[in-house]
């Protein structure tokens, strides 16, 4: 049972910038897909950023040019660094791992609170 533990998260200002981790409890040598996903109030839970199985990347529009994704295999560590944050960006943020197997598992971290306001 793969854990994923996320910090980062916090109050920023509009334009401010925090850099969010998602550390997995072991080495993932299967293949799998692993990113970001965030929950606004009310509304549904939406993918952010992610690296598929191939190692590429994918963003949300809403964050191109403002969110990278990256990853660190020694650390077991994946990063998203959030530049120009917005109002908008305010929500719980969710790491997800999904194991390529057959079936497949996925495996959520327990959020972290990101709050962008004056």
């Known amino acids: 049972q793969v854990q994923l533990v996320e910090s980062g998260g916090g109050l920023v200002e509009p334009g401010g910038s925090l850099r969010l981790s998602c550390a997995a409890s072991e080495s993932i040598f299967s293949p799998n897909a692993m990113g970001w996903y965030r929950q606004a109030p009310g509304k549904q839970r939406e993918l952010v950023a992610m690296?598929?199985?191939?190692?590429?990347?994918h963003y949300a529009d809403s964050v191109k040019g403002r969110f990278t994704i990256s990853r660190d295999n020694a650390k077991n560590t994946v990063y998203l660094q959030m530049n120009s944050l917005k109002p908008e960006d305010t929500a719980v943020y969710y790491c997800?791992?999904?194991?390529?197997?057959?079936?497949?598992?996925?495996?959520w971290g327990q959020g972290t609170q990101v709050t962008v306001s004056s």
């Open positions: 997800n791992l999904i194991l390529l197997l057959v079936p497949s598992r996925d495996y």
């Open positions: 690296f598929n199985s191939g190692g590429s990347t």
